[in-house]
């Protein structure tokens, strides 16, 4: 990629070939992390990328440089075109992945692996069925702890998403570590983060150190492994001696990874966002529908992203509230 003078760069010199696609805000769970409780304003239906939107903005992309594209929601597999969606894509000279909660997965196996899906990420973040109904407010644990398995077995590269909360989860570590022992499953534990609505608290933050804390009063240091982490990885990622499967920490409060950046966030209804954190987005879509270039709304977005966390360089100015409270809630942005 570096070869391709045409990748998007920012004024810190970060390349930008990853652009991660939010397919619809709608989604078949209610995860309290993710959605407000008393649920989201959706855009009205004109507002959304139609499925040519979706590929001749993605074909922008490609031609500035990006590589690769994740589908994210609310939940991807819940949009009636997505098999489409994922069909035009794959013709693109991208790798192309997934983020999902896991609950349809089933029925799109055979049309994963016809787009050369090879790789996806699902999120769980109870292996308590009880817990796991309190936090998403359905009663889907079984279905996606079968699926996640579904998908191991039909040979995917699966990764296992899981959010920490003290008093919910934290007490479930070691217990999410051992899913990894017997199956090639890569866990992948996330520090808890602000977005608007999710009543975030930095008491409830699992640390990147209570994790690995946590690790070590369990397995002696001889059968922890620091695995090489690779350009552009947002995790710390081990594996337990003996184990098939890894885990990782995405510690984007503790210690966030925004030098290595390579990320672009495009929204259900046609905005980017250059930064998780920014609350300013730039809107692709209706100058697409004008017919004019989005090319030098993306190359202005990108030269406007901060170094850090949209200005939240410091935890201090990451615990105040009012930093984040303008951004979106976590299902409309995406993922």
């Given at each position: 990629m570096d070869g391709n003078q045409n990748v998007i760069t920012d004024t810190f010199g970060r390349k930008h070939n990853y652009l991660r696609i939010s397919l619809t805000e709608r989604c078949n769970l209610r995860c309290t992390?993710?959605?407000?409780?008393?649920?989201?304003?959706l855009s009205p239906k004109s507002h959304i990328m139609t499925y040519e939107e979706i590929y001749t903005?993605?074909?922008?992309?490609?031609?500035?440089g990006v590589d690769k594209i994740r589908l994210t929601g609310g939940e991807p597999l819940v949009r009636k075109d997505v098999g489409l969606i994922m069909e035009k894509l794959a013709s693109l000279p991208i790798t192309l992945t997934m983020t999902t909660n896991g609950v349809i997965v089933d029925r799109f196996i055979d049309q994963?692996?016809?787009?050369?899906?090879?790789?996806?990420n699902v999120s769980l973040d109870s292996l308590d069925a009880t817990k796991n109904k309190g936090i998403t407010r359905r009663s889907y644990f079984e279905k996606v702890y079968q699926n996640i398995l579904l998908l191991v077995k039909e040979g995917f590269h699966?990764?296992?998403?899981?959010?920490?909360?003290?008093?919910?989860?934290?007490d479930e570590i070691i217990d999410f570590i051992k899913l990894s022992k017997d199956n090639p499953i890569h866990v992948r534990f996330i520090e808890f983060m602000p977005f608007d609505g999710n009543r975030w608290n930095i008491d409830q933050m699992v640390s990147l150190q209570e994790i690995l804390a946590?690790?070590?009063?369990?397995?002696?240091?001889?059968?922890?492994?620091k695995c090489a982490d690779a350009p552009n990885d947002t995790t710390k990622t081990y594996q337990i001696k003996g184990y098939q499967g890894t885990f990782a920490i995405?510690?984007?409060?503790?210690?966030?990874?925004?030098?290595?950046?390579?990320?672009?966030?495009?929204?259900?209804?046609?905005?980017?966002?250059?930064?998780?954190?920014?609350?300013?987005?730039?809107?692709?879509?209706?100058?697409?529908?004008?017919?004019?270039?989005?090319?030098?709304?993306?190359?202005?977005?990108?030269?406007t992203k901060l170094k850090i966390r949209n200005g939240?360089?410091?935890?201090?100015?990451?615990?105040?509230?009012?930093?984040?409270?303008?951004?979106?809630?976590?299902?409309?942005?995406g993922g």
């Open positions: 992390y993710c959605m407000p409780e008393d649920g989201v304003q903005i993605a074909k922008a992309f490609v031609e500035l994963f692996k016809k787009c050369g899906i090879t790789s996806l699966v990764k296992v998403n899981c959010v920490l909360m003290k008093g919910f989860n934290d946590e690790v070590h009063s369990n397995y002696s240091n001889e059968e922890i492994i995405i510690s984007s409060v503790t210690n966030p990874f925004c030098d290595g950046c390579n990320r672009i966030r495009l929204t259900a209804n046609g905005h980017i966002k250059n930064c998780l954190f920014s609350t300013k987005e730039s809107d692709l879509l209706n100058p697409l529908r004008k017919g004019e270039s989005i090319i030098p709304v993306v190359q202005n977005a990108i030269k939240m360089d410091t935890l201090e100015k990451f615990n105040q509230t009012d930093k984040h409270t303008n951004n979106r809630s976590m299902i409309t942005i």
